[in-house]
């Protein structure tokens, strides 16, 4: 594609474990996730290499979910957010909980770290999954296959735990000090 657009001399890529990546110390003046950052395999390892890479000043901007605590779910949601987070492989989401991520980002030193909740803007994308899964997922369920057809149980299931606040969608930026 960027061959395609005239800008492949304009971009590089990598393609590495971005817990431990081949770049310099302080190479980067900005990080950017989007729903990536929940599948790193140790969340905390994930976030001091990045802070590693970034230039003093430099910003990391991400868009992740957040989980409610877990005496916030009933049996049920526990478990469809159990499935959901091992057949998606979005293992950190379990560290990354309303309201105390910013925490976590402090732990690693960054600062001025700030969250906004912008769920709102989420909720009309889930409704569609949820109604396009309706019928798969009616067979899914009877056959017990939920965890076979992930995706399919996710679409219908995570609208329903969203709509209850359980998961929310954020915007999160903190800073490397200079």
Same mark, same amino acid.
């Given at each position: 594609l960027a061959k395609k657009l005239g800008v492949d001399k304009l971009v590089e890529y990598y393609? /590495? =474990?971005?817990?431990?990546? !081949? @770049?310099?110390?302080?190479?980067?003046?900005a990080v950017y996730t989007m729903e990536a950052l929940v599948h790193s395999p140790d969340l905390k390892k994930t976030l001091r290499e990045f802070f590693r890479i970034l230039k003093p000043g430099g910003r990391l901007v991400m868009h992740e979910y957040t /989980?409610?605590?877990?005496?916030? @779910?009933?049996? $049920?949601?526990?478990? !469809? /957010? =159990? %499935? %959901? !987070?091992e057949g998606g492989a979005i293992h950190s989401l379990r560290d990354m909980r309303h309201n105390s991520f910013p925490k976590v980002l402090r732990e690693i030193d960054f600062v001025s770290v700030k969250e906004k909740d912008i769920s709102r803007y989420t909720e009309p994308s889930f409704r569609r999954l949820h109604n396009l899964s309706l019928?798969? $997922? @009616?067979?899914?369920?009877f056959l017990g296959l939920q965890r076979r057809f992930i995706n399919v149980t996710t679409g $219908?299931?995570?609208?329903?735990i969203a709509k209850k606040g359980l998961i929310r969608y954020c915007v999160f930026i903190a800073i490397k000090p200079r």
């Open positions: 393609l /590495m =474990d971005y817990s431990n990546t !081949i @770049f310099k110390d302080n190479q980067f003046d /989980m409610a605590k877990d005496k916030e @779910f009933t049996d $049920y949601e526990k478990r !469809i /957010m =159990d %499935m %959901m !987070i019928i798969p $997922y @009616f067979f899914v369920k $219908y299931e995570v609208y329903k």
